[in-house]
């Protein structure tokens, strides 16, 4: 059965940073696409990065710069380094498996809080 | 990259068909067959219902379909049922090998 557990989340001061932990089981971190996706507070879903099982990597210009992905193969783990965190990065941010293109399996989500 | 665009809400009585519409632009939706829908319930995670615009994921009951046409994608449920109340997004592929999603539709059964 594939399952994705998120940590790291918490509360963190603008300009702060963190680092999120996606922990996989049932399948493999590297030989699949994997993804981050955040939902802010009352509001709608939004891409945040991919890695390819090749390793390259892609980002939303709204954290270009400023978030890092990033994969330990043999934790079987992907991660989410956070740097210069913003109030609109406040979020639950959810890992998630990309298979055809799609999210074909989902976290629970960790939330991140960015206010002093 | 702006989000898709879908009605804030749609609403229909157990055991009818709705419709929800997600327009994009042909950066995204227009040029790609690589529309997903996703249904969220309150406090849930996400869940995949259409990828690759009508495709349904093993599991998923097959009053879910997904069409598209031009720069809009579609997803209809037919025979609304109480646990088809939720959110619900659209998502597609988009140059510069990123994602968009859409801006969510919560559907009410009345």
């Known amino acids: 059965e594939v399952q994705l557990v998120e940590s790291g989340g918490g509360l963190i001061q603008p300009g702060g940073s963190l680092r999120l932990s996606c922990a996989a089981s049932g399948f493999t971190v590297s030989s699949n696409y994997m993804s981050w996706v955040r939902q802010a507070p009352g509001k709608g879903l939004e891409w945040v990065s991919v890695i390819y099982s090749g390793g390259s990597t892609n980002y939303a210009d709204s954290v270009k710069g400023r978030f890092t992905i990033s994969r330990d193969n043999s934790k079987n783990t992907l991660y989410l380094q956070m740097n210069s965190l913003r109030a609109e990065d406040t979020a639950v941010y959810y890992c998630?498996?990309?298979?055809?293109?799609?999210?074909?399996?989902w976290g629970q989500g960790t939330l991140v809080t960015v206010s002093s | 990259q702006s989000a898709l665009t879908q009605p804030a809400s749609v609403s229909g009585s157990p055991g009818q068909s709705i419709t929800i519409s997600c327009t994009g632009t042909?950066?995204?939706?227009?040029?790609?067959?690589?529309v997903s829908w996703y249904q969220q319930h309150p406090g849930k995670a996400p869940k995949l219902m259409i990828y690759?615009?009508?495709k349904r994921p093993s599991g998923v009951s097959n009053r879910f379909s997904g069409s598209k046409s031009g720069n809009t994608a579609s997803l209809t449920i037919s025979g609304l049922q109480a646990e088809d109340e939720a959110d619900y997004y659209c998502?597609?592929?988009?140059?510069?090998?990123?994602?968009?999603f859409g801006t969510g539709t919560k559907v009410t059964v009345l």
């Open positions: 998630a498996r990309v298979v055809a293109v799609a999210f074909d399996s």
């Open positions: 998502c597609s592929y988009a140059s510069s090998s990123t994602y968009v």
């Open positions: 042909s950066s995204d939706v227009g040029s790609y067959n690589l």
């Open positions: 690759e615009v009508s």
